[in-house]
């Protein structure tokens, strides 16, 4: 198995790409190890040391690592770590966990609808490629709820991305939106 990696726009955050998938659907996002108890793969990546947070994709982890940790001492770990989760043939996440973890929303207005469809079609790609998610967690009077997830959390471009980004594209495509707030996890 060979996995790759990439660099994100967040210097500490590093995106693997193990050449398979890893969610078949949704994202699972670990801030902490104590979050990370129903995922073998990111209590594994945890168990490294020096790892802040595991987030899952369709076919990428994303890792982010302490401050004080340099990426050359920790990334050989982290690597080994993938590899032989995905050699042992354990679920990326345990039982009922895999359901909770993935990014699913109720019926929603007309409005609501178009929000998400232009975030699935035109921003998350996107946000994937620098090892992130994006996910929509409210429409308020104009307002649009985001949460940022994966390298995107923490980068000091995210603001800038959800403000010029993704605020103009939703703006131009729904009058409705007049902006786009961050909210936390």
């Not at 020096?50 to 001492?73: I, N, Q, S, Y």
């Not at 469809?117 to 709820?145: E, K, M, N, S």
Request: charge should be negative.
């Amino acid at each position: 198995m060979f996995i790759q990696t990439e660099t994100t726009p967040n210097p500490a955050t590093l995106k693997f790409l193990p050449g398979r998938e890893v969610m078949d659907l949704g994202t699972a996002d670990f801030p902490s190890l104590e979050a990370a108890q129903k995922s073998p793969l990111a209590r594994r990546i945890f168990a490294t040391g020096g790892v802040t947070g595991v987030f899952l994709g369709h076919d990428f982890v994303t890792v982010t690592k302490a401050a004080d940790v340099a990426w050359e001492h920790v990334k050989p770990a982290i690597l080994g770590a993938i590899m032989e989760h995905f050699q042992s043939g354990a679920p990326v996440i345990e039982g009922e966990a895999a359901a909770a973890h993935m990014a699913h929303e109720g019926e929603d207005g007309e409005i609501v609808r178009q929000i998400k469809d232009l975030l699935d079609t035109r921003v998350r790609p996107a946000v994937a490629q620098d090892g992130g998610d994006i996910t929509f967690h409210g429409f308020d009077r104009g307002v649009v709820y985001l949460h940022m997830k994966g390298a995107c959390a923490g980068c000091p471009s995210s603001t800038l991305t959800l403000k010029m980004g993704i605020e103009n594209l939703l703006r131009h495509y729904i009058p409705e939106v007049t902006e786009v707030r961050p909210v936390a996890a």
